[in-house]
């Protein structure tokens, strides 16, 4: 037999004619082979990212993406990986600058990739994580706008129209807002998207006064989503707009639960200031220390801190504890000073931070009693000028970063929008409320304004347009009286949790 060997079926025979062609078939298939293992192992690596991810393993996703988007750019998967880490960085990593940097590279390197349409939504999603001032929100909406005409027919098209939606929501036009929503839900009825744009058209309506529609479009999340997560928040919304609205009105919106938090003694003393993460997670501020309860009310632990004088927090919901001169903020060892520049250049030192809020494209607003103000720093301390010039004694912030300000030695409240400038006020006396002494503030998640006033033992409910619709006082002497209370905390259901020195505890209202 004469010699041969197989090339992808095809006999050749050694003599130098042949030798020539075999060479001739390698040289061609070779470029083609590579090409293909190449793109089969930047495809296992993205897929090694994806499990790291699933696992919360970031660090190791990272590595994974970036391996893919590096070395292996002309594959099939180099614009998927670099798609998950411009996620990573804007809702893990907190980083606008470099998710649009990333965002940017995408749009220009694969405009026309299956990712490209979720790149148009993550920048107008970046947009607003800059700020929802007019101009923002309408740059934003663009963005998202650019999909259906792009794109059509893809799966991010719901999900541009609901970001859309989104947009015109924090841009406080939810009239136009609900309409996209409504699109989402009716064109997209069995897209996850639809339960998120249910619960938008929702929030829409709580704004616009119609809270009965709203309760309405929340059930029909609850029925036609029930095991998504979206269907429990669909009921505590429910929750409270029943509490607020729907209840008799002879009956109490509130009732004591008999529970409590405490410390580890059985008692909290000396509380300062309580808040609650959309998890339910309550963190308890006293003069000593910051303890953290789950949401079943057992003590988990405490935070480190040196005389903690109050707590709020940051846009990624993680705690941030006021102290006499700094901030003590999640990730770092050591407080952060903040300081401001006298009129001689040389900086001044704040003292007796006793609260602050977080703006939503992430700047700080605190209390600068030295100077009877509000401060705005940025991220990293810097000061960038004054919020506002407002002594005051505590703060609120809703997602449109309106903050509610209780005035020091004033019993009326101030909204300043997001520049710092005062647009309305609760007065004092109003149409069938009065009050006394106002000493916490809290908005729930539809926008609600709690005001607890341990002048007359009770919580005040205020809508979007700032008119009363509900007021809790407990009788005196009864358990879950407010006789002194002094803090207050609205968990995702609109649970109150209100500290009352004379019962040495967290009192639980639901």
Not at 19 to 28: D, E, G, I, K, M
Not at 390 to 404: K, M, S
Not at 462 to 472: C, D, H, S, V
């Amino acid at each position: 037999m004469k010699p041969f060997c197989r090339l992808t079926g095809v006999r050749v025979v050694v003599v130098a004619g042949a030798l020539v062609l075999f060479v001739a078939s390698r040289a061609a298939w070779g470029p083609v082979l590579a090409a293909q293992s190449q793109d089969e192992y930047a495809r296992r690596q993205y897929e090694s990212g994806l499990a790291f991810l699933a696992a919360h393993k970031y660090t190791e996703a990272l590595k994974d993406f970036d391996a893919v988007a590096s070395s292996y750019p002309n594959s099939a998967v180099a614009d998927d990986a670099l798609l998950e880490i411009i996620r990573y960085q804007l809702e893990v990593a907190d980083n606008v600058p470099a998710a649009q940097a990333s965002t940017d590279t995408l749009l220009k390197m694969y405009p026309s990739s299956d990712s490209a349409p979720m790149a148009h939504i993550m920048a107008g999603r970046i947009v607003l994580a800059r700020g929802r001032s007019a101009g923002e929100v309408d740059t934003a909406l663009a963005s998202f706008e650019r999909v259906p005409r792009l794109f059509p027919g893809t799966a991010a098209v719901p999900v541009a129209i609901y970001y859309a939606g989104e947009a015109l929501r924090l841009g406080k036009r939810p009239a136009d807002a609900l309409s996209r929503f409504r699109q989402v839900a009716t064109d997209y009825p069995r897209s996850p998207w639809a339960a998120r744009a249910l619960l938008g058209a929702g929030r829409c309506l709580v704004l616009m006064e119609q809270p009965l529609r709203a309760l309405e479009d929340f059930q029909r999340v609850r029925l036609r989503f029930p095991a998504m997560p979206e269907a429990e928040t669909a009921r505590n919304w429910n929750t409270i707009l029943y509490r607020l609205y729907v209840r008799n009105p002879t009956q109490s919106p509130f009732t004591f639960n008999g529970r409590g938090l405490v410390g580890p003694g059985g008692k909290l003393k000396d509380v300062i200031a309580i808040g609650v993460a959309p998890d339910d997670t309550a963190f308890v501020a006293n003069k000593n220390a910051v303890l953290r309860f789950d949401r079943s009310g057992t003590l988990g632990g405490t935070l480190p801190a040196s005389g903690p004088r109050g707590i709020f927090f940051n846009r990624r919901w993680e705690p941030v504890i006021t102290l006499k001169g700094a901030i003590q903020v999640p990730g770092e060892t050591r407080p952060m000073s903040l300081s401001v520049p006298k009129t001689d250049g040389t900086p001044r030192l704040l003292e007796e931070i006793d609260a602050g809020v977080t703006l939503s494209n992430g700047d700080y607003v605190v209390m600068d009693q030295g100077a009877k103000s509000l401060g705005r720093f940025a991220r990293d301390g810097k000061y960038l000028g004054m919020f506002a010039q407002l002594e005051a004694d505590r703060l609120a912030i809703d997602v449109f970063d309106d903050v509610a300000v209780l005035p020091k030695d004033h019993n009326s409240i101030a909204i300043l929008d997001r520049t710092g400038r005062i647009t309305t006020r609760i007065a004092e006396r109003g149409n069938g409320y009065e009050l006394k002494n106002p000493v916490g503030l809290a908005y729930d998640p539809l926008g609600h304004l709690y005001v607890l006033d341990r002048g007359r033992g009770a919580v005040l409910v205020f809508n979007a347009a700032l008119k009363l619709i509900a007021t809790f006082a407990p009788p005196e002497k009864q358990p879950g009286a407010l006789r002194d209370a002094e803090a207050l905390g609205i968990d995702s259901g609109g649970r109150l949790f209100v500290y009352d020195g004379r019962a040495e505890r967290v009192q639980i209202f639901q």
